[in-house]
């Protein structure tokens, strides 16, 4: 009867050590300065601006996510955030919101499948007959198509998700304002949140 409580024990402490996540890095870098003349917005008393007010460059934004460096505490030695990514695979999902944004503005982002790059190119996870989580591979909400992005912490939207850690994975940004937005000049925010999974 011991030998089956110790056996039981041993299998709950070895998934609950690999259901933990590494500590990553999520690295943003540039984000689209927006200006547009009132003339383009308003042509007629009660319509919105007719067109797109603005759209940024499709790699204005780039983003990445990147399992840290760490030092076993038993051996001493150290792993790279390379090797760590090679053998520690998640499917990570990003969620996104926005603060400070103006009264009838709207703001969408995107990305398209498989964007960015990913890291390290070549994985120990590739090389497994059967991949839990599937290709390493990226893949937008919304079939790549813009998303509304939310003024609102508690109202964040997924925009993507990937399996593996990638670098510059490009954000395109759309903005459009209506006929009831404010001239002046406001500052906003975006906020990226990274959820990693095991399934």
Known sequence: MKKHIIYLITVLLSFT????L?????DVSGFPSVSQDIS???Q???LDDGGIGFESSFDATLVGFTLDSSRDPVFGYTTTSSSNCSENVYRYKVYMHTTGAPQNIKIEART???SGIR?????AYDGLSFKPLGPRDLTPENGGNYILIPNDGAAAIKVFEFIGCRED???????EANSLAMAGISDMTVYYTVVGSLD
Do not use: C, H, K, M
């Not at 590494?22 to 999520?26: A, N, V």
């Not at 890291?119 to 994985?123: C, G, M, W």
């Not at 994975?169 to 903005?175: E, G, T």
């Open 17 to 20: 050590s690999y259901s933990q």
């Open 22 to 26: 590494l500590p990553g890095t999520l």
């Open 40 to 42: 383009d917005l308003v």
């Open 44 to 46: 007629e008393a009660g």
């Open 112 to 114: 398209t499948f498989n």
């Open 119 to 123: 890291f390290p190119q070549s994985a």
């Open 169 to 175: 994975i490009p954000i395109q940004f759309r903005i």
